[in-house]
């Protein structure tokens, strides 16, 4: 009996840690927690993203480095005390990315499209810029986003 008990408890640890590594390998570090809303000119939502929060000054220097890939609806949304222009580059990022600098107000103050993986060139806002939105290449213009467009950040939860 005594035997059949250390069994199942060795076959329920190795279980559990074999569903950790799981769930910890297929986030590769991007577990989303939010969502971000784009909204159309008549306020109707025309794009979703579900994002993961850069707000510590280390999750914000490290940004999307390292990353191969990024889900098609995924991003990275990076929350700043105060409003002011904005400078990014893409020095150990490997995905093209469309950059969304966003207002206090959560309107759309500057957009720069398809910045290129591993380019050490400063990309600013030019206006001030309290958060910024990253998303894959190509997205701003599949959702129609320009200057003035409406964001919202939603708190998924969990």
């Known amino acids: 009996m005594l035997k059949i008990f250390f069994g199942l408890k060795c076959f329920i640890l190795a279980t559990c840690c074999m569903l950790t590594q799981t769930f910890v390998y297929s986030c590769e570090g991007f577990c989303q927690d939010s969502q971000v809303i784009i909204y159309g000119n008549q306020g109707k939502k025309v794009c979703k993203f579900a994002v993961e929060l850069a707000v510590t000054p280390e999750e914000q220097a490290r940004g999307l480095m390292f990353r191969k890939t990024m889900d098609d609806h995924a991003g990275m949304f990076f929350i700043f005390d105060r409003e002011e222009v904005r400078h990014f580059w893409m020095r150990n990022t490997l995905i093209p990315l469309d950059m969304l600098f966003i207002g206090n107000n959560f309107l759309i103050v500057g957009i720069h499209k398809s910045a ?38 939603l708190k998924t939860p969990f």
């Open 116 to 153: 290129k993986p591993l380019d050490e060139t400063m990309i600013s806002s030019r206006k001030p810029a309290r958060y910024v939105l990253e998303i894959n290449a190509g997205k701003a213009d599949e959702c129609r986003i320009k200057m003035g467009t409406k964001v919202k950040l």
